[in-house]
């Protein structure tokens, strides 16, 4: 008796779609992840060369700081949501499942932030260690994101990137299922519920509790800590919400 044992192709395993997804993801890295760089580097310069004209006409403004960075964090995030527009109808029409293209996107998602994280603390390294590119800014460190801990200083870059690329990836799935429409009423969830947030302090007079709150909690569990569960609920939902989407 013979056996027969059947020829799998190695693209039929998960390990190897998620792989697929991972690289799909990766074709125009360059013109993807490298521009958001790209703007980063150009915004950098910008913003060191208006202060570099405040402090040549005597600004002597003990650290300076406007939170330019904060434009990376959204920049970054976009990109993944070509990734669910753009790549994924193609992903689908070589085999690949929405699930295991979904897993490799978040897993994508997750290392490239991580590097991006790597690279800022990096560079809020040079920065500390030059009293602000010699013009005594504050372009990394805004103000409240420096950390003394090597890892925690990663984590609080990190969790943010990877909070806000998951929410574009929702955005990019509720897109796929429910069109335009579909991203004009996700857009009103967070007013919506700002608004009930705004009502509700309002109505208990508890704005006093509210601002203690964000005083007296510590900067890593504010930016690394609590933002994990809007990453986990992003990435929930947004599973739940591309299992039925059309390619």
Partial sequence: MTAVTADRSPVE???????????????????????AWLILAVVFVLHQTIWWVVR????????????????????????YLALMTQVMPFALSLGITRRHFYLGTVLLVAAETLVSAIGLSVLLAVE???????????????????????VTQVLVYWVPLLTIGLVFVL?????????QLGVWGAALVPVLVV?????????????????????????????????????????????????????
């Fill in 13 to 35: 395993s998960t390990s190897a779609r998620v792989h697929a997804a991972i690289r799909m993801g990766t074709v125009n890295w360059g013109r993807r992840f490298g521009v």
């Fill in 56 to 79: 040549s006409n005597g600004g002597d403004v003990e650290a300076g700081y406007v939170g330019a960075l904060t434009s990376f964090f959204f920049i970054l995030g976009s990109t």
């Fill in 128 to 150: 500390r260690a030059t009293d602000g590119w010699g013009l005594r800014v504050q372009f990394f460190e805004m103000g409240f994101m420096g950390q003394s801990n090597p």
């Fill in 171 to 179: 955005l990019g799935a509720v897109f796929r299922r429910w069109g």
């Fill in 195 to 247: 608004a009930a947030g705004i009502v509700l302090l309002t109505w208990q007079n508890a704005w006093g509790a509210f601002g203690r709150f964000f005083v007296e909690t510590p900067t890593w569990a504010l930016l690394a800590g609590y933002p994990l569960i809007l990453a986990a609920v992003a990435a929930g939902a947004g599973y739940l919400v591309l299992r039925r989407a059309t390619p």
